[in-house]
C-alpha cells in the first residue's frame, strides 16, 4: 500500500506558529493577576482593567469570519503573519506609552485585532502539514504554546511589575514580540510540496462552508461545549485576582494559582489528544473533559487556603484545557469540507460571545459588601453538568473512524505478507 509521504519540517512550521500563538495570549491575559494593582496605577475601575482581556474578545466577534477567509484564501504566510506583525507592532506600542491607561487600551484593541488571525489557524497548520493521525497532537501542542503564554501572563507579570513597573514590564512582552514575529516570518511556509492526507484538497469557500457547519447536529453541540466551557474560561482567568481576594488570597497567590490551572491545562493539552490520536477516539475524551472539570470549579468556587485552590485550580485546568485541541479537531473533521480554519474559528466565536457575557455578568453579581463572585460560579457548575450530558450525545468523528479502519487493514496486510 503506497504511503502518504510527510515532511520533518512540519515540525518547525508548528514551532514558529506556537510562538507566536503563546506571544498574543501574553498580551491577552496578563492584566488578569495585577488587577488590583493595575486599578490603582491607572486609577480606574476593576471593569476597566477587565477590558484589557475584554477588547480581545470584543474584537474577535467582529473578525472571526474575515480572519478565516485571508487565512484560507492566502495561506499561512499572510494569515498568520498580519496576526504576527500586529503583535509585534502593538507590543511595542504598549511598552512606550505604558502609563497612559488609552493608549494601551487602544494597543490592545490593536493586538485583539491580530489574534483571530493567529487562533483560527491552529487546525489549519495540522491539515496542511500533518496526517489525520497526528492532527489533534498537532492542535496539543498549538494549545500548549497558548497555555505556556498564559503561564507566562500568570506567574510573571506581578514579578516583573514589582521588580520593573508598568513600563518595564509592557516593554518586556513587546520586545519578545518582535522577536516572535520576525522567527515565524523567515521560517514559516504554507505547506509542503505533497499532502499528508490521502483524501482531496478541496474545501467549501467560507461562506459555504458555514451553511454546511451549521447543518451538522454534532457541530452544534460542539458549539455549545465552547460556549460554556471557553467563556468560562475567559471569565475566570480575566477575574482570577478578583475571585480569590475575598478568600485571603493576594495578588501572586492569585497568580500562581492561575499558573497551576494552565500548568494542569497543559499537562493535559499533552497527554489526552496524543492519547485521542492513538485509540483513535475523540468523542470518549470530549466526555472525559467535561465530568473532570466539575470537582476542580467545585474547588475553585467554594475551597478557601492556597494549597487547596492550587490543587482546584490545577485539576479544573487539565480537563478544561485538554478539551480545547481536540474540540478543534473534532470540529474539522466532522465539518470537513468546511475548511479548517473557519470551522475552529467559529468555534471560537461562540466561547468570545460568552466570555464576554460572563466576565460582565461575574462584575455585575459580585457580593457588593465582600466583593464575593461565588453566586456567578456556581451557575457556572450548572453549566458545565449541562455540557457533559450534552458532550454525551456526540457521535464518534467519521474521520477518525476511517483512519482506525485504514490502521487496521494496514496492520493485516504486513501480517499476510509476513506470513
Not at 449541562?386 to 476511517?402: G, N
Request: hydrophobic share 55%.
Amino acid at each position: 500500500m503506497e504511503k502518504v509521504k510527510v515532511y520533518g519540517y512540519r515540525w518547525v512550521v508548528l514551532a514558529v506558529f506556537m510562538l507566536v500563538n503563546g506571544m498574543i495570549q501574553v498580551h491577552w491575559i496578563h492584566f488578569a493577576p495585577i488587577t488590583t494593582e493595575a486599578v490603582k496605577f491607572y486609577q480606574v475601575t476593576p471593569l476597566q482593567i477587565g477590558l484589557f482581556s475584554m477588547s480581545f474578545m470584543i474584537m474577535f466577534l467582529f473578525l472571526c469570519i474575515p480572519a478565516s477567509y485571508v487565512i484560507d484564501t492566502y495561506g499561512l504566510r499572510i494569515g498568520v503573519g498580519i496576526g504576527a506583525v500586529l503583535t509585534a507592532i502593538f507590543g511595542m506600542v504598549k511598552g512606550i506609552y505604558a502609563d497612559n491607561y488609552t493608549a494601551v487600551l487602544i494597543a490592545s484593541f490593536g493586538l485583539a485585532v491580530g489574534q483571530p488571525f493567529i487562533m483560527n489557524a491552529m487546525t489549519k497548520v495540522a491539515a496542511e502539514w500533518f496526517p489525520v493521525q497526528e492532527r489533534a497532537t498537532a492542535a496539543g501542542l498549538g494549545a500548549l504554546a497558548q497555555y505556556l503564554g498564559f503561564v507566562v501572563a500568570m506567574a510573571l507579570t506581578p514579578v516583573l511589575f514589582r521588580h520593573q513597573g508598568m513600563q518595564g514590564m509592557l516593554m518586556s512582552y513587546g520586545i519578545a514580540s518582535v522577536v516572535t514575529a520576525a522567527l515565524f516570518l523567515v521560517f514559516i511556509q504554507d505547506r509542503p510540496p505533497t499532502s499528508p492526507d490521502r483524501r482531496p484538497e478541496v474545501r467549501h469557500a467560507v461562506l459555504a462552508g458555514l451553511k454546511h457547519l451549521f447543518r451538522i447536529k454534532d457541530m452544534i453541540l460542539l458549539l455549545f461545549l465552547f460556549f460554556m466551557g471557553l467563556g468560562m474560561f475567559n471569565a475566570v482567568t480575566t477575574w482570577i485576582e478578583q475571585l480569590l481576594a475575598p478568600r485571603g488570597i493576594d495578588a501572586e497567590q492569585a497568580g500562581l494559582i492561575g499558573a497551576a490551572m494552565i500548568v494542569g491545562g497543559i499537562l493535559g493539552a499533552i497527554v489526552l489528544p496524543i492519547l485521542s490520536d492513538v485509540q483513535r477516539k475523540r468523542k470518549r475524551y470530549l466526555v472525559v473533559c467535561m465530568i473532570g472539570i466539575l470537582p476542580g470549579l467545585a474547588g475553585m468556587t467554594f475551597l478557601c487556603g492556597f494549597v487547596p485552590l492550587l490543587v482546584a485550580g490545577f485539576v479544573m485546568g487539565f480537563f478544561m484545557m485538554s478539551a480545547g485541541p481536540i474540540g478543534f479537531q473534532y470540529g474539522a473533521e466532522v465539518s470537513f469540507p468546511t475548511p479548517e480554519s473557519t470551522s475552529q474559528g467559529i468555534i471560537l466565536l461562540s466561547g468570545q460571545i460568552s466570555g464576554i457575557l460572563f466576565i460582565y455578568a461575574m462584575d455585575r453579581f459580585r457580593d457588593p459588601v465582600t466583593g464575593s463572585m461565588a453566586p456567578f460560579m456556581i451557575a457556572f457548575l450548572v453549566f458545565m453538568v449541562l455540557s457533559a450530558v450534552a458532550a454525551a450525545f456526540l457521535k464518534e468523528s467519521p474521520m477518525i473512524l476511517s483512519a482506525a479502519e485504514l490502521a487496521e487493514k494496514t496492520e493485516r496486510a504486513w501480517e499476510d505478507t509476513a506470513e
